[in-house]
């Protein structure tokens, strides 16, 4: 069975992290993993994250049945770690007030991003909610936009976006900011290309112009979509964290990051 590691510090936005693994552990059929790293003894730190858990009687997360990690060392590398060990997912907040705060936009969002091993869902700091564990698992995202780089192989992150738009019951967009020398309807046609060959009928293929950090975290909020799904770059030309942020920084849209292959 695979896992959905929740990455939690404790901070403010450690319930949300919480809430968000366990619904998609529950749509994926995955086991749940609490990950906390921490300098303190191990006992102690997974006796605190225990009670910290006890505490979220209305999410229906069980203590008892936890698989809760405590780990010391760098933040990034023991995720790392955690996460190459069959996870099919890793739940994290995009603010705390520890190790985890600056994860996707600092030094350690280059370590970590650039070479997760598995697709990273990131909690903007926000009260929205894009999964509901209640009565039965829902996803409730609305659209799904899959924000397509076309200098990359784009089929995991096509597949997983395919796969989240099917379980929220909602449409899946794809679109790319073009550069300046790639005509808008040629732009149109790669994408149009890339969809084909995923099996894909895309709701709509949308092409912007501009820089593409701010036209992605611009077009979430236009089209509405809940989640947006960006591909991780196989050799980096820039931070990976830069169009992660700027859609968080919205605080309307989730990201989840897909490393290529």
């Not at 597949?159 to 099917?166: G, M």
């Not at 709509?204 to 992605?216: F, K, M, T």
């Amino acid at each position: 069975m695979s896992t959905v590691i929740a990455a939690i510090d404790l901070g403010p936005s450690s319930v949300r992290v919480l809430q968000h693994a366990a619904g998609f552990a529950r749509l994926l059929s995955a086991r749940l993993e609490v990950l906390h790293v921490s300098g303190e003894e191990r006992e102690f730190v997974q006796s605190r994250v225990r009670d910290f858990c006890a505490r979220l009687g209305p999410y229906e997360i069980d203590p008892a049945g936890l698989d809760i990690v405590a780990r010391s060392g760098t933040v990034s590398d023991t995720i790392y770690r955690e996460a190459n060990n069959n996870a099919s997912l890793v739940v994290m907040g995009s603010r705390g007030h520890r190790g985890l705060a600056n994860l996707f936009l600092g030094s350690s969002s280059k370590a970590f991003l650039a070479n997760a091993p598995c697709p990273v869902l990131l909690v903007p700091p926000t009260d929205v909610d894009i999964v509901n564990i209640a009565d039965r698992p829902l996803l409730t995202c609305g659209p799904v936009l899959a924000a397509i780089d076309l200098t990359e192989a784009c089929r995991p992150q096509l597949r997983l976006a395919s796969e989240c738009a099917a379980i929220a019951g909602q449409p899946l967009l794809l679109m790319t900011v073009a550069p300046a020398k790639l005509r808008v309807d040629d732009a149109t046609v790669m994408l149009r290309e890339r969809a084909h060959r995923a099996g894909l009928r895309p709701e709509a293929l949308i092409v912007r112009r501009g820089r593409v950090a701010e036209e992605i975290s611009r077009c979430a909020l236009q089209e509405g979509a809940g989640l947006v799904v960006m591909g991780l770059r196989s050799r980096p030309r820039s931070t990976p964290g830069l169009i992660a942020a700027a859609v968080l920084k919205t605080k309307r849209a989730f990201v989840l990051a897909v490393p290529g292959g």
